[in-house]
Every structure is written in structure tokens, then in C-alpha cells.
């Protein structure tokens, strides 16, 4: 067992190098990244993300979401969870597949499964979305996309503009929608509409977290505003209890895995002063497929951290 460890630590060494830093040597680490390196001219940092692109998509451990009845619930058929940390649903009676949804547990900095990383429901999920809330106890949403972008559909709006909605057995109203800088907070008052609860297991406030500032096409511009979400994420989880985090995009992987990856990243930046985000973005491929979907996205997360350094260095002994 001891030699399996030591044997996995190596071929790591091997295939990848040492990508832990200090926050004191990040902008050193960026320049260098920044530069061309022996492989095919390729900056560091094409290189980084390269390796990261060679960890394996299981497929084999996709059979539940690849069963012809769940495809029809995938928005992007290349982005199906894995079976071994999929979000599982109560069965309806008599309805097969009704314990599936195209949702992945994903660990947090300390916690394990501290994320729910899924697409953007589409009309016809859009109840199997509300159940995983509710079943799963989840009292913060964070939407990274807007329900349209460049003229396509890329989530259905699932809550109500004003009034109440039902799905199923839930009714979801909205208490309040308020915009501050880049982001929309909504309360919702949730209802699971069943006889024999009692009237505090029927209702529960969610409260959504929605993300304007990420352009239709590329990253935001600078990191302040996923640094102001983070925060803001971590307070109503400090308020709420920490139950799962439900985070996503349109397809559930790209802008979702770089909010997971940052929102980790940054933890333990803030508890240790130390930061890998090639491995922090590998641990998220191995447990969702192509999370953090681009180089663009990769670097994003880079610059983030940079950012919080910068903004922070003052009231934090980071340098």
C-alpha cells in the first residue's frame, strides 16, 4: 500500500512537476508562464493546461447518463456525470430514470461533496432540478449564465418573475430580486407541496446568486467580481448551514468549474497561503468531464488569484 502511494507520488512528479506556489511567488510564477517553453514554443501556461486535457474522460463510468432515456436530459451530450458522485434523486413510483439528473457532487476546500455542479435545466428538467434542491437541502443557487446568450437558449428560467411557479410537487415564489453590481439576489420561498409534512419540512428560503459579468464571449474583464461572489456565496453558506452549493452554467462545466476551482483555490490561499491551481483543476476533471473548459478559462483562474492578492495583501500577511 505504502509503495502503491509512493509509486502515484512519482509518476504525479513525473507527468506533471511541482505546481504548488506560495502566494509570495505567484506573479514570478505568471511571468515564467507567461514565456515559451521547450515544448513546441507553447507558453507555460498552454503547456499546463495541456497535460490537464490528457486526464482521462471515464467513460465507463457514464453508463446511467449514457442510457438513451437520461440522454434526452443532456443539454451538451459530451458532459454527462459520472456514476460514482452523481446526484441521485428519490425514484417517482412506477417512473423509471426518475432518480437522475445531469448533476455531480464535486469537494469543497474542507468539505467533501460541498458542491452540485449541473447544467442549466432545459424545459423539460426543470422539475427534476427543484426536487435536487429540495431533496438535497440546498439553500444557495450561484447561475453563471443568462437564460439566453447570442440568441440561444441557454437555461430555462426556472424561477418566477413575479408570483409563484409550480413543478411537480414544489412551489417556488419569489420573495425578492435585488441587483447589486454585477450580481442578481433573489430569495425564493420554496414549498414542497405534500399533506402529511409538517408546515416547517414544507418550506424552506433558497436564495440565488446570479452572475451578470461573465461576457457572452471569452472572461470577465478583471477578477473583482467573482472575488465579490465567492464572498458573498461563503457568507449566506455560513448563514445556512453548509448544505451543497448548487453552481452552474449552461452545459455545467466551463464557468462552473472555474467558479468551483476558485472558490477552492481561494480557501486555501486564505487558510494556508498556498495555491495549485493545475491540481485544484485536475482534482475537478476527475470528478466532473471537462470542468474549466478552456485556456482562457484556466488562465481566468490565475488571474483571479492574482487579484485577491493584490486587493487583500494589505489587511493580510500574503507577501
Request: aromatic share 12%; proline share 3%.
Amino acid at each position: 500500500m505504502q509503495y502503491t502511494f509512493i509509486y502515484q507520488a512519482l509518476l504525479e512528479y513525473y507527468l506533471y512537476g511541482d505546481t504548488e506556489l506560495d502566494v509570495s511567488s505567484l506573479e514570478k510564477h505568471l511571468r515564467a508562464l507567461q514565456g515559451p517553453t521547450a515544448h513546441f514554443d507553447k507558453i507555460g501556461l498552454e503547456e499546463e493546461f495541456r497535460k490537464l486535457t490528457n486526464v482521462r474522460i471515464m467513460k465507463e463510468n457514464m453508463r446511467t447518463g449514457n442510457l438513451p432515456a437520461n440522454m434526452k436530459k443532456a443539454r451538451v451530450i459530451q458532459i454527462i456525470p459520472y456514476d460514482f458522485n452523481r446526484v441521485i434523486l428519490s425514484m417517482k413510483r412506477g417512473q423509471e430514470y426518475t432518480d437522475y439528473i445531469n448533476a455531480s457532487f464535486i469537494d469543497g476546500y474542507r468539505q467533501k461533496d460541498y458542491f452540485i455542479a449541473t447544467q442549466g435545466p432545459l424545459a423539460h428538467t426543470v422539475e427534476d432540478f427543484w426536487r435536487m434542491v429540495w431533496e438535497w437541502k440546498c439553500h444557495t443557487i450561484v447561475m453563471l449564465t443568462e437564460v439566453q446568450e447570442r440568441e440561444q437558449d441557454k437555461c430555462y428560467q426556472y424561477w418566477p418573475t413575479e408570483g409563484s411557479v409550480t413543478h411537480g410537487e414544489i412551489t417556488i415564489e419569489i420573495k425578492s430580486d435585488t441587483l447589486s453590481e454585477a450580481i442578481s439576489i433573489r430569495d425564493f420561498l420554496v414549498t414542497f407541496n405534500q399533506p402529511l409534512a409538517r408546515p416547517e419540512e414544507q418550506m424552506r428560503v433558497v436564495r440565488q446568486f446570479h452572475f451578470h459579468g461573465w461576457p457572452e464571449i471569452g472572461i470577465p474583464a478583471e477578477g473583482k467580481g467573482m472575488i465579490d461572489l465567492i464572498a458573498a456565496v461563503q457568507k449566506q453558506q455560513q448563514q445556512t448551514g453548509n448544505h451543497p452549493i448548487t453552481v452552474h452554467c449552461s452545459a455545467g462545466a466551463g464557468r462552473t468549474g472555474t467558479f468551483i476551482a476558485l472558490s477552492n483555490i481561494l480557501e486555501r490561499v486564505k487558510a494556508e497561503g498556498l495555491l495549485d491551481v493545475f491540481q485544484a483543476v485536475k482534482s475537478l476533471r476527475l470528478q466532473r468531464p471537462h470542468m474549466v473548459q478552456t485556456l482562457e478559462q484556466y488562465e481566468f483562474c490565475y488571474k483571479v488569484v492574482q487579484d485577491f492578492i493584490d486587493i487583500f495583501s494589505d489587511y493580510a500577511n500574503f507577501k
